[in-house]
């Protein structure tokens, strides 16, 4: 993995803003980080690739305007969500591992964590479970 990605990844993780804090989750929802990491892990034995999809996922995500997890978005009648979005269509990938983490978390601690985390967690261990650094992300976002 190239230097500047992981420089990449650690900034747009680490977040600037002061409601984001590494443990956000250990009260409410004290198994989420370990459920997300066994999702992925699945989703490597599965199909290895799917994690370089899901750190790509994180990416676009974060890239314009935040983590907000507004790429995981299904049109409706009267908007275009970004999961078709021209940019994104034929582009991004593995949409189902983020599904089946939300579906294990939704299971463990109902409505509790938000998808923006989901989808920075999983790249954090995309990241690990493929031999690259491990690290504590911050947490909270809504």
Not at 39 to 67: T, W, Y
Request: glycine share 6%.
């Amino acid at each position: 993995m190239s230097p500047l990605l992981i420089i990449f990844l650690l900034h747009i993780t680490t977040g600037a803003t002061a409601d984001l804090l590494t443990g956000y989750y250990s009260g409410v929802c004290p198994k989420a980080e370990s459920i997300v990491r066994d999702v992925m892990k699945k989703a490597l034995i599965r199909e290895p690739r799917s994690l370089a999809s899901v750190m790509r996922l994180q990416f676009h995500d974060c890239f314009v305007n935040g983590c907000d997890a507004s790429l995981l978005l299904d049109d409706t009648p009267t908007m275009l969500g970004e999961k078709l979005a021209l940019a994104n269509i034929n582009s991004l990938r593995s949409y189902e591992v983020v599904d089946e983490a939300k579906k294990a978390l939704d299971e463990a601690c109902p409505g509790v964590v938000s998808c923006a985390d989901i989808i920075i967690m999983a790249s954090r261990d995309a990241v690990a479970l493929t031999g690259g650094p491990d690290w504590e992300v911050k947490l909270g976002r809504l």
